[in-house]
């Protein structure tokens, strides 16, 4: 039987504050390998005070550049989020969908608007 996991992010970056890219590839890197592994992983937001999208990003968005979404969304469930940061993770997930979707071309413009500079 594939009992769901519950991870508190409080717990891995051991701050109420979600607001680096660098902790929530912390997060990323706990949750993406039982995901990939076919683990159901709640992800909990208890004891989370601030929550930015450079954060989501990197601990869910980059997620969806390695499984498919029907599958995320079979595996992956949201515990103690404010309706707030919600709907923030819902426009992280849409960008990412449209990103991964068409990466090509996005890394292509982004290129293209920073010149040589990355």
Do not use: C
């Not at 902790?23 to 208890?46: C, N, T, W, Y």
């Not at 990197?58 to 515990?79: F, H, N, T, W």
């Amino acid at each position: 039987m594939n009992e769901e996991i519950t991870v508190r992010i409080y717990d891995i970056i051991g701050s109420p504050l979600g607001v680096s890219a660098e902790d929530g590839q912390v997060v990323h890197e706990k949750i993406a390998p039982l995901l990939r592994d076919g683990r159901k992983v709640a992800l909990s937001f208890e004891k989370m005070e601030t929550i930015i999208s450079a954060f989501l990003n990197a601990a869910v968005g980059q997620i969806y550049g390695e499984l498919p979404a029907e599958r995320i969304d079979e595996l992956l469930s949201l515990k103690d989020m404010t309706s707030e940061d919600q709907k923030l993770l819902e426009r992280v997930v849409a960008n990412a969908l449209l990103y991964f979707k068409n990466r090509k071309n996005f890394d292509r413009a982004w290129k293209e608007e920073l010149g040589d500079e990355e």
